[in-house]
């Protein structure tokens, strides 16, 4: 049960509580971390030794996962920080800031791999490919699509950009390991440069999932609405009291959806009546949205100056 809300307040956040969250996602990259791990050593291990240069940048596209994970780790021990005086509304930000970092990570890895293959083009060597190299890619493949599946998950129960984030990445390793392993068997039927034309769809691969993350990081910091404002317009009218509806905004945070708006009551009304009008509103607008949400609800008298629908921004150049 939510407890009341003065006008101009927030509404009290049903979360996922912050530390059981951030446990529950450390966890989570802390196991993934190890299985990367595991999976980068044994690619890297095995593609070094045969010579195979599609392997060997999986192996390095895994280490960078692993990489991820640690900066993830990091972001997250940072995300989960209190409100403080100069972060009023909480660090979770961050989590979005650390989903760029593995972006970021995803490109380097990109130019190592296209580096790479350049010089080895150049010198014209050949991989050496076994039922043993056959045997190390199908059984990374096999981990790398079970952390996809279960990461995504999580990702989404937990509403981290983190873990989903880290996912696609593992999604683009899983995919890449498909590949290395057609180019393993077009290298075996006399077709060595395969190997080659497979590592560079390796960085297509990894440049396209890093550009996914850009993107989805782009859109939360630049405070792209959360939510249609007709959904939270038609939560508040259910409310009774409420004659008018207007300057509805949204915005997301990792795990949580901040709503300010204004409503109109009749102006008679007692400070406390119209009190009780603003918390059914902030309760009614978090249960429409389905997941935690900071609701702050404005009180304004229902007379004919402030029955506006909008704010009424205007354009820079017609301020002055």
Known sequence: MMKP???????????LSTPRRTAKIRQTLLVVLLLNLLVAIAKLAYGLISGSLSMTADGINSLMDGAANVVGLIGLAIAARPPDPNHPYGHRRFE?????????????????????AWHRWQAGTIPEVTPFSFAIMGGTLLVNVGVTLWERRRGRELRSSILVADAKHTAADA???????????????????AD??????VAGVITWGAWTIMRDAALTLSDTAAAPVEVIERAARTVPGVRGIHNIRTRSGEGLVWVDLHI??????????AHEIASAVAAR???????????????????SRHLRPTRGYRPWHEER
């Open 96 to 116: 979005t800031i650390t989903a760029l970092a593995i972006a970021m990570a995803m490109v380097l890895a990109v130019i190592q791999i296209v580096q790479e």
């Open 264 to 273: 109109q009551v009749d102006p008679h009304l007692r400070v406390e009546q």
């Open 5 to 15: 809300v003065d006008a101009g307040e927030s509404a009290p956040i049903r979360d």
């Open 285 to 303: 607008v978090e249960e429409e949205l389905g997941q935690p949400a900071d609701v702050t609800v404005h009180i304004e008298p229902a007379t």
């Open 196 to 201: 080659l034309v497979l590592a560079i769809a």
């Open 175 to 193: 995919l890449v390991s498909i590949s290395v392993i057609a180019g393993l068997a077009a290298v075996r039927f006399g077709f060595p440069t």
